[in-house]
């Protein structure tokens, strides 16, 4: 036999060497693969425990994916309900027939947000509210971002969609926060029987008293609006609320603008107010008519410290507050009788607590005056310079 047709031969046996382990390995991999099968059915037999639970416990799990009140979820992100839309698509299912798990949200619009971003977010919060279903509404609408002018009518009329959006569900509305341009806010109008709670403001100052055919009347038709948080920017002599119906304000202000409130919400229950510009001229305060439900004042300083002020005692010598039970403030804003300034706001009846910041008389003083309150007083530090200044002379 010839070498050629000796490696023809070995070729041959090779081949069916071959062809049978090619055999024994597809018979392998055949086993394998109904293996897999098996196993594969058994996972799709297999249900998750969360998932065999009713439609309603699963609604109830997911509307706890919500913050407490009175925090709003995000509008989009890890923190969003619509992140839930994307975990499973029974999950889904039940997230997107939840109508409580969106009738609460936060959208913060950023002011350079381009229009195919900005036509994004709108179809967005159109399907948000749409899927609230018929739940009271808790909302919130900011542009605060003031790296452009905010109060331009660009951004104005690129934000008015957004407003109308949401007005078209005013009657749901529970409760509200928005912060945008006057304009947006001028056209803020409907009925909102719902509304108890409105935080607001316009996104930038209002020097100067509009004159009243400028003023903003707003939220004239809300009966049950009570509670307002106002922003750094409002100014109660451009914009006007319903103040008769308020019992609860909080808001940094001047004291003129303070003064303003005071004497138009004769319903006051609680008024917290942090003054900023304490040093500004001591405009003359008309008498406030007596605040007979205002059980709660609370008057302190935007910068944090006690500044000597001439306008807040002139604004509490105007005041008569018969219903007062707790009160906290600088000791300086009570002039320099405090304790005749404290006794002047209730001339009858007795405070349950009194807080005195940055003080200089002693609590023992008070408590002698007021010998049914409580009194927390907290007495200016004294500087360490002088104290060793002092022990030197010693």
């Known amino acids: 036999m010839t070498s050629e047709s000796l490696a023809v031969a070995r070729a041959r046996v090779r081949v069916a060497e071959l062809d049978k382990e090619i055999e024994r390995l597809q018979l392998s991999i055949h086993a394998l693969c109904l293996e897999r099968e098996k196993f594969q059915q058994t996972l799709a037999d297999y249900k998750y425990p969360v998932l065999t639970l009713p439609t309603e416990i699963t609604s109830e799990i997911l509307t706890r994916f919500l913050p407490p009140w009175p925090q709003r979820p995000e509008f989009k992100g890890p923190y969003s309900p619509s992140f839930l839309l994307g975990i499973c698509r029974q999950w889904r299912d039940v997230a997107l027939s939840t109508p409580e798990l969106w009738s609460t949200m936060r959208l913060d619009i950023k002011a350079p947000d381009g229009p195919q971003l900005r036509a994004?977010?709108?179809?967005?919060?159109?399907?948000?509210?749409q899927r609230s279903g018929d739940c009271p509404l808790s909302l919130d609408l900011s542009c605060v971002d003031m790296r452009v002018p905010s109060s331009s009518l660009q951004t104005s009329s690129s934000l008015q969609p957004f407003v109308d959006a949401i007005l078209r569900h005013a009657s749901r509305l529970q409760s509200l926060e928005i912060c945008l341009p006057l304009?947006?806010?001028r056209s803020i109008k409907g009925s909102m029987p719902l509304l108890r709670s409105l935080t607001m403001g316009p996104n930038t100052e209002l020097l100067d008293p509009a004159p009243s055919e400028r003023r903003l009347h707003l939220f004239t038709d809300a009966p049950r609006m009570e509670n307002l948080i106002l922003f750094t920017f409002f100014n109660p002599f451009y914009i006007i609320l319903p103040w008769a119906q308020i019992t609860s304000v909080t808001a940094s202000l001047y004291v003129y603008e303070a003064a303003e409130i005071m004497r138009n919400a004769a319903a006051l229950e609680i008024l917290i107010v942090v003054v900023y510009n304490v040093s500004e001229p001591n405009l003359p305060i008309a008498p406030i008519p007596p605040l007979?439900?205002?059980?709660?004042?609370v008057f302190k300083s935007f910068s944090g410290g006690a500044e000597e002020s001439t306008g807040i005692p002139a604004l509490f010598d105007a005041l008569s507050l018969p219903a007062l039970l707790s009160l906290s403030t600088y000791e300086c804003f009570l002039g320099s009788d405090p304790v005749g300034a404290i006794a002047s706001l209730r001339p009858t009846g007795c405070l349950l607590?009194?807080?005195?910041?940055?003080?200089?008389?002693?609590?023992?003083?008070?408590?002698?005056?007021?010998?049914?309150?409580?009194f927390v007083v907290e007495e200016v530090e004294e500087d360490e310079d002088e104290d060793e200044s002092g022990d030197d002379s010693d």
Not at 292 to 297: D, I, N, Q, R, V
Request: glycine letters at 2%; a negative charge.
């Open 183 to 185: 304009d947006n806010l």
């Open 353 to 374: 607590r009194v807080q005195i910041l940055a003080a200089s008389t002693s609590r023992g003083v008070y408590e002698k005056a007021f010998s049914d309150t409580e």
């Open 120 to 129: 994004r977010e709108l179809i967005s919060l159109e399907s948000w509210l």
């Open 292 to 297: 007979s439900s205002l059980h709660t004042l």
